[in-house]
């Protein structure tokens, strides 16, 4: 058998045994909304309003969310 040959199979055999013993990929879990840390305000604790820019030492987050639970489905619209 010429060398070429020998190599060329070495290769292609080589190539398809990593195919086969490569790990396989897990799909990712969504996001939770416990996976999130963000701070809340306790009970009682006042919130500031504020009108226009202003700079505050101190921030809390009052609301989120809108969170979806499915798919984001989009039409090409043509």
């Known amino acids: 058998m010429d060398p070429t040959t020998i190599q060329l199979v070495v290769m292609v055999s080589s190539l398809a045994i990593g195919y086969l013993m490569r790990p396989k990929a897990q799909k990712p879990k969504p996001a939770a909304l416990s996976d999130f840390d963000l701070p809340v305000p306790d009970e009682g ?7 226009g820019d202003c700079w505050t030492g101190d921030w809390q987050v009052l609301s989120f969310g809108r969170f979806r639970t499915r798919k984001v489905k989009t039409s090409s619209g043509k």
């Open 45 to 51: 604790t006042p919130q500031a309003v504020f009108f």
